[in-house]
């Protein structure tokens, strides 16, 4: 019957191994990542079952964080989106939950004549039970968590860590005899207390994300009532250059007829470069469909135009776009702002200019900022993103523009060459169903 408690051992690998990719979140292509997982998998389940075979079944409780838990971590960690605490905790919550099925089934398995049956149902049982509770409740909430809380994931790891040890530690594995009474108390309270501390856990970080969600929106609520003023406001002034254009275009035209009979060609191509100027000034009114966009580029359109800067924008959208509000704002605010900032310091003999493209392209949503500079940004520790001269409190708003894109499996690529900074991204837009 010992094939039975085999297939069991083995079976149960291979849902560790699912139970965590359900909640993994890979920076590389998921066909690359499970070609990768499922050839560490096999090496692993390999390399154990011959463990097993040499040195019976018992071993695997006692070496396994050394033969299966070391080696995937590894593994997982260089194909991991997080390397931080989310992963750990996310490691330690699917081994550990994994270890306290294979204990209760193996009690279940003693309870019934220890013949290696039970268990085998049990476990065939329970592992796709859990999966498919982890897919249908658990799933969709904690990629959410991971995505948009990156704080107090450490001391839960610390915690889950904890857990992870004690019930390796505490567990009785397969064919090794029972033990004592208090032993037997004090493992029934670890299999009690493993779930009740990851629930208390999974539910303090959604209400802090929850928190953080709230704050966020009221922050984004208080950016759409200043957008919406000074939209208000820029709406006034062009309405009211508009009105003037009207007013003056008749006396505008008589001034050009005559010296076109006058046979003035040079003050009449002057006079032609001076209305467009004046005309030019002008801010749009509509510059894209969409409203957010519609705001902020408009609110770019009046900075630019009092600091001498020619803003370019080539923007096709529809009214409605599946990447939330929040974080297409958030995006845009920020690479408008540096943008300007960066063109504003070029000196009054150089020219100043800024250049907007945005546009879809498939499933992507192409965003695109140029600008002229006048001195060379600093690059940061990293090597890879600038550092502001602004002083404290400045210089995040790259930071907020890469987590924006790498929220929507994208990164932010910059360079700056030639008196040219360049910041662009794709970012992979949610389907609406």
């Known amino acids: ?70 080696p995937s971590a590894l593994l997982f960690f260089a194909l991991s989106q997080y390397r ?10 699917t081994d550990t939950l994994s270890f306290w099925l294979l204990q209760i089934t193996n009690f279940l398995d003693r309870l019934t004549g220890d013949t290696y049956v039970v268990l085998l149902i049990t476990r065939l049982l329970v592992f796709p039970l859990a999966e498919w509770m982890f897919w249908r409740y658990l799933r969709r909430p904690y990629l959410e968590l991971q995505r948009k809380l990156d704080k107090g994931w450490w001391l839960f790891a610390a915690v889950g860590g904890t857990y992870y040890l004690l019930i390796m530690f505490t567990s009785v594995p397969v064919g090794t005899p ?15 207390l493993m779930p009740l501390s990851y629930f208390t856990i999974l539910r303090s970080l959604w209400q802090q994300m929850s928190e953080n969600q709230a704050r966020t929106e009221l922050e984004i609520l208080s950016t759409r009532n200043r957008l919406t003023l000074d939209n208000l406001r820029i709406l006034q002034d062009s309405a009211r250059a508009l009105s003037q254009a009207r007013h003056d275009i008749l006396g505008n035209l008589g001034i ?13 191509d002057e006079y032609l470069a001076l209305l467009t100027r004046q005309t030019s000034q002008i801010v749009p009114l509509r510059i894209t469909a969409h409203p957010i966009v519609n705001a902020i580029l408009s609110q770019s359109a009046e900075r630019a135009k009092g600091s001498g800067t020619d803003l370019r924008c080539q923007v096709e959208l529809p009214e409605r776009l599946s990447v939330p509000d929040e974080d297409l ?27 907007v493209t945005i546009h879809i392209r498939g499933k992507y949503l192409f965003i695109e900022g140029q600008n002229s500079f006048a001195r060379v940004p600093e690059p940061g520790e990293d090597g890879e993103r600038y550092l502001s001269r602004k002083g404290a409190g400045h210089g995040y708003g790259l ?9 929507y499996e994208s990164e932010l690529h910059t360079q700056a060459e030639d008196g040219v900074f360049v910041a662009r991204t794709a970012l992979l837009m949610p389907s609406d169903g």
Not at 178 to 192: C, E, F, S
Not at 399 to 407: G, L, P, T, Y
Request: aromatic share 14%; glycine share 4%; proline share 4%.
């Open 178 to 192: 029972m033990p004592d009474a208090d032993g037997l108390i004090r493992i029934i309270l670890v299999l009690i």
């Open 399 to 407: 930071r907020i523009m890469e987590k924006v894109a790498r929220r």
């Open 256 to 268: 050009l007829q005559s010296l076109s009979r006058q046979g003035e060609y040079d003050k009449l």
């Open 1 to 70: 019957m010992t094939v039975l408690r085999d297939i069991s051992f083995l079976w149960s690998m291979l849902h560790v191994f699912a139970l965590f990719l359900l909640l993994f979140e890979p920076r590389r292509p998921w066909r690359f990542t499970l070609a990768v997982s499922f050839a560490g998998f096999a090496a692993l389940l390999a390399g154990n079952a011959l463990l097993m075979a040499w040195m019976g079944p018992s071993i695997i409780m006692r070496a396994a964080f050394f033969t299966c838990t070391v």
């Open 84 to 93: 931080d605490g989310r992963f750990f905790f996310l490691f330690c919550l």
């Open 329 to 355: 704002a958030a995006f845009l605010m920020n690479l408008m702002s540096n943008a300007l900032d960066a063109a504003e310091e070029m000196p009054q003999n150089r020219p100043r200019w800024v250049e």
